[in-house]
């Protein structure tokens, strides 16, 4: 079978490539998938690089999550052969994985295998984030890079209730787009003032929340734009710089940054909340209340031009591999 993998760590388009590996069978607690489509994420390029919360073992396959039927179950899988699944495996671009059956999540025949293919990685941590965040109905939330997969998905699940959202961009031409998804107001951090601009829209009172990908100047003017016990949840770097963060601010407006980890929220909540998660992630998706467009589809032969497309600027959906 066919495998994209890396041999060492570095830019994605410079070391994967594609490889005939041995084809296993599960063990008991496990199954094998044939993979039908697979996204391209930030933190697929990250862990490529070393720069993600988990080290790779080398070699090493890529890819974190994916949508596939079900091939074979060991023992103690309790699904059957057949079965179309989203699921989480190390090493998801390939045209089989073998992952841990508790990975799994029978997916619904209304949704598509594009749309199943990303059903985990972004939705589950923009409702969890949301969730997390505190925001209630007429209040206001930010969101840093919002024309990403994962900040669409925050405009899409505040707007349903009923939130207020202030998003930032570094571009202007998806902000039709940004404002038809239901985003309440625009800033690009390139040519406007971030913390003036917000303190503007908000009375003064600022925002409750800001849910934060970028980093550098964005990340330190976004505190600025933080109302009173308001929070800031980090769950990202896109442009790989720590920001220098005001101390004064946090301590007078009595401010709190904190992490996000969609790996240890899984571990650290409870059955019950990830089970309310879950169901609402697979409401919004398949019923189509929630879009999550794809900007390209590529084979895993064409693995090196897929990474260039997905790390490109001015996407505005994914970009799928399917083998
Ligand atoms: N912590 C967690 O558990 C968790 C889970 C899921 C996702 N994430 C993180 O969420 C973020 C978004 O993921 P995604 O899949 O939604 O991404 P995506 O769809 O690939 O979009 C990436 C976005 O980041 C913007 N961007 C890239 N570099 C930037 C920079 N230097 N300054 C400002 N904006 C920049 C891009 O803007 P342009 O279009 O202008 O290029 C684009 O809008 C990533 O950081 C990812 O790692 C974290």
Known sequence: MKRVIFHQFGKPSDILTVEEVTKHSPGPDEVLIRVLASPINPSDVMFVQNLYGIRPQLPSGAGFEGVGIIEEAGANAKIAVGTRV???????WSEYVITNHRTLIPVPDAMTDDVAAQLFVNPFTAVAMVEESGVKEGEWLMV?????ALGKMVIQICKMRGIKTIGTVRRNDLNDELQALGL??????????L??????????EGVKAVLECVGGQTAADAVKCLGRGGIMLIYGLMSLQDPTVNFGLMVFRELTLKGF???DWMKRTNAATRQHVSEEVLTLLSTGQVQMPIEAIYSLEDIKNAVIHAEAHGRWGKVLLKP
């Open 144 to 148: 840093t890079a919002c024309a990403s």
């Open 86 to 92: 989203s699921f989480t495996a190390i090493g998801s």
């Open 195 to 204: 913390p003036k601009r917000v303190q503007h829209i908000t009375k003064y």
């Open 261 to 263: 980890w969609l790996t």
């Open 184 to 193: 309440t107001e625009v800033i690009n951090t390139e040519e406007e003032n």
